[in-house]
C-alpha cells in the first residue's frame, strides 16, 4: 500500500513539474525556404546546421527517412535572420548521396 501511494505522489510530482517545463517553452516555428516551409516526402526531418559553403553564414542540412536523402539548405541572409534558399540534393561524383535507414 505504501508503495502504491508513493508512486501515486511521484507521477503527480512529475505531471506538475512537467506542467512547469512546458510553459516555459516558446510557440513552434515553421522555417522557411523560398518562402515556403521546410518539408520531406515522406517520414521524419533530420536538421543539421553547420557553414556548408565556408561563407560564414549557417547552412542547413536536413535528412529525410525516406530514402535516406540529403537536402542541403544555402542560408543567404544573417546566422541572426536566416534566408533559405531552395534545397538541393548532396551528391559528390556527380552521384546522390544517400542514408537509407535500416
Not at 506538475?16 to 516526402?41: Q, T, W
Not at 546546421?49 to 539548405?73: A, E, H, P
Request: aromatic share 6%.
Amino acid at each position: 500500500m505504501r508503495i502504491i501511494v508513493l508512486l501515486m505522489l511521484v507521477t503527480l510530482l512529475i505531471i506538475v513539474l512537467s506542467g512547469i517545463a512546458l510553459s516555459d517553452l516558446n510557440e513552434g516555428v515553421k522555417i522557411e525556404a523560398d518562402g515556403k516551409a521546410i518539408d520531406v516526402e515522406v517520414g521524419h526531418l533530420v536538421p543539421c546546421v553547420t557553414d556548408w559553403d565556408n561563407d560564414g553564414k549557417k547552412d542547413m542540412i536536413v535528412g529525410q527517412f525516406s530514402g535516406g536523402r540529403i537536402r542541403l539548405y544555402l542560408n543567404k541572409g544573417t546566422d541572426s535572420e536566416p534566408k533559405f534558399s531552395d534545397f538541393t540534393y548532396l551528391s559528390a561524383g556527380n552521384k546522390e548521396i544517400s542514408l537509407p535507414a535500416g
